[in-house]
């Protein structure tokens, strides 16, 4: 009750503080990140409080580890946002509506996964695998080759609905000729939630690793997702120089799936397997980030040239127009054309 209560009310208040399109900076973005983070941290403390000692270090756990895999989200958010050139004051809009439908399709997979997890506990090598082979594309950098516009949510909503050319504010659609048409907005929605379902092939697994208990696994998942849009706004420009921590996630994903493979051998086939206590995988998880963003940072890229694909090779949703006339001044997107918009509705 307590969880879901914060949940509604942070959801509420967030939605409340950015009514009116603007955009977001750092010193905001920042400031947010940091309400996030004090309401998992508290939870968390809560949890430890409550539940016992060995629930709130997986807890911790989870969290950090949701935390850092969704650093790859904001990668991904960054390249659907300048394929279609949305503008940067609405953005967080996308986002907030991307973060709701994330919060529901991770309770489906995860209570799924722990119902499968309970019955066939041999599963967790299944899940071990999968990890392994999320660590092999990302160390041999194959999870480059996202394309936005192939995506199967996108393809699926032009074949369901007309897509137009023009933004029309922060509405999904408009009326054309007397039909309903939907915005570019509406294909960055669907961009997004079908990316966040591709990263809960990583993420799902790998929490389940760290607890088998839906609260743990769920909470932490949550915290972590609620403060995803302040960490994208707060890091915007700075992803590229963090050039080192896709290998640092490549690692913790590999150390996991280890996890994943000693706990299901300690359940199937002989007790004497060790397996590895959260509170070792929270000190590894802990250092692997530190030693990734500081080796980042010590040892910086040498800057890329521009992207024909995106418009930079930075980051092209930070380089959005000006955000009050940027449904005006803004590159049509790469859309289906469908003619020109008429006023959105009232």
Known sequence: MVFAVTVLASLTVDLLAHRQEHVIRFREAAAWSGVWVGLALAFGALVFVVVGTAAGVEYTTA?????SLSVDNL???????????????????????????ALVFRGIFLAAGVAVVSRFTAVLFVFAAILFYSTYKILHEEDDSFDPGQSIAVKLLRKIIPVRDEYAGTHFFVKE????????????????????????????????????????VYTSNAFAILGLRALYFML?????????????????????????????????????????????????????????????????????????????????AFDSAPVEKAHATDPDPPIDRHGAGQPPDA
């Open 236 to 316: 915007a420009g700075l992803l590229d120089r963090f050039h080192y921590l896709s290998k640092g996630l490549a690692l913790i994903l590999a150390f996991i799936g280890v996890k994943l493979v000693l706990q299901a051998s300690h359940k199937t086939i002989s007790t004497t397997v060790p397996e590895i206590p959260s509170l070792l995988s929270l000190v590894v998880i802990v250092v692997v980030l530190a030693v990734s963003v500081g080796l980042s940072m010590v040892r910086p890229l040498a800057p890329s040239p521009p992207d024909d694909r995106t418009g930079s090779g930075s980051g092209p």
């Open 63 to 67: 969290w950090l580890l949701e935390k």
């Open 75 to 101: 990668f991904v958010f960054a390249l659907i946002f300048g394929y279609f050139k949305v503008p940067r004051a609405y953005q967080h809009r996308v986002l907030f509506l991307g973060v709701l439908g």
């Open 177 to 216: 000729a007397g039909k309903r048409v939907a915005t570019p907005l509406l294909a960055v929605v669907a961009a997004i939630e079908a990316a966040d379902l591709v990263f809960a092939v990583d993420s799902v697994p790998a929490v389940l690793a760290v607890s088998s208990d839906a609260f743990i």
